[in-house]
C-alpha cells in the first residue's frame, strides 16, 4: 500500500487500483493517472505523490465501483503543494 495525499496535504490510502481517504473512507478506482469516485465521475488527476481536481480531466468517466472501507490511518498531513489543480473534493 502507498501512501498519497490531496492537494492541501490531506493522507489518503493506495492499495492497488483503489483509493481511500485516511479515515478509511472508499473514495473510488485509480485508472492510469485518474481517480474515479464510486459513482464512476472523475475525482482527480495523480501528479507525483498528489491527488489534485483539473477541469481539463472533467469530461472523463469510468464504471461505478465499490469496496469496503478499511482502517484508517495515523498519518500526519502533508504540506500544501504548488502543484496545477484544485483540492480534490474527498470526504475525510
Known amino acids: 500500500m502507498s501512501h498519497l495525499y490531496t492537494k492541501n496535504g490531506r493522507p ?7 483509493l481511500w481517504s ?11 493517472r485518474h481517480v474515479f469516485d464510486t459513482t464512476g465521475q472523475y475525482a482527480g488527476t495523480i501528479d507525483g505523490d498528489r491527488v489534485v ?3 481539463v480531466d472533467s469530461a472523463r468517466i469510468a464504471s461505478p465501483s ?4 478499511r482502517v484508517g490511518l495515523a498519518v500526519v498531513p502533508a504540506v500544501p503543494a ?10 475525510s
Request: proline share 9%; net charge neutral.
Open 82 to 91: 504548488a502543484v496545477l489543480g484544485d483540492e480534490p473534493n474527498f470526504p
Open 12 to 18: 489518503l490510502q493506495r492499495a492497488g487500483g483503489q
Open 53 to 55: 481536481y483539473r477541469a
Open 66 to 69: 465499490i469496496a469496503a472501507p
Open 22 to 32: 485516511g479515515s478509511g473512507t472508499y473514495l473510488g478506482v485509480i485508472q492510469g
